[in-house]
């Protein structure tokens, strides 16, 4: 199946600095990628939809300059966690369709972000 | 977005079956019935998914009601490695910006 990486796999920073996030997708292209949050014990949260070419999406409640996403390329898009809080530590999580392929999505390792 | 309705625990044998449940009686006629599994600390994991049909592929099969109101997952032999929460999603066909809203999911927990 279609492989989707995500780089890094955990990083902790200081509170105030800004944190990037790279999400891959390795053997495929992908025009859509969505980025979604996790904390403890819950479900996974869907944060935006990132598009190819143009401005990501955001759901309601979703800082958009906060986290900026960027999808350059078709097998890159990158989040960036801006002024990182000890609040925005969680498990961040990104997908992608495979376009050749329709209707699956795939699902990176996710990234650990702990913020001091 | 549809809503689903999942049982929060589900347990089975090692070996035997396992048959997941799903409610969604608001499902629209072009909304996807998808399942994910995740195992603690990695992301989701695709299982399967279906539109009106029932569905079969090498790690489980798909059943779905006839009035698309409900589903049932089916692992046909579960093994320790099964153990995961398991999520039963709709979403609207890719072409429609098909977004993933997960919900609380069934924890399936499996003993030898």
């Known amino acids: 199946g279609a492989v989707v990486s995500q780089h890094p796999s955990r990083v902790i920073c200081k509170s105030g600095t800004s944190v990037k996030i790279e999400c891959r997708s390795l053997?495929?292209?992908?025009?859509?990628m969505f980025w979604y949050r996790q904390f403890p014990k819950q479900s996974l949260m869907l944060m935006a939809t990132?598009?190819?070419?143009?401005?990501?999406?955001?759901e309601q409640g979703v800082e958009k300059d906060k986290f900026l996403i960027n999808h350059a390329s078709l097998t890159l898009s990158t989040l960036t966690v801006t002024s990182a809080h000890p609040e925005d530590s969680s498990f961040y999580i990104c997908?992608?369709?495979?376009?050749?392929?329709?209707?699956?999505?795939?699902f990176g390792p996710g990234t650990r972000l702990l913020v001091l | 977005d549809a809503k689903t309705t999942q049982p929060n625990s589900m347990e089975s044998n090692e070996e035997e079956p396992v048959h997941l449940p799903c409610n969604h009686s608001?499902?629209?006629?072009?909304?996807?019935i998808h399942w994910y599994r995740q195992l603690p600390s990695q992301g989701p994991e695709y299982v399967i998914h279906g539109l009106t049909s029932n569905v079969n592929n090498r790690m489980a099969s798909l059943a779905i009601a006839e009035d698309r109101k409900s589903s049932t997952l089916i692992l046909h032999r579960a093994t320790l490695r099964d153990a995961a929460v398991y999520y039963c999603?709709?979403?609207?066909?890719?072409?429609?910006?098909?977004?993933?809203?997960f919900g609380q999911g069934t924890e399936l927990s499996v003993k030898p």
């Open positions: 999603i709709l979403s609207a066909p890719y072409n429609q910006g098909g977004k993933l809203i």
């Open positions: 053997d495929f292209q992908a025009t859509t």
């Open positions: 608001t499902i629209s006629g072009t909304d996807y």
């Open positions: 997908s992608a369709y495979d376009r050749g392929v329709g209707e699956t999505q795939y």
């Open positions: 990132s598009n190819e070419g143009s401005k990501a999406t955001y």
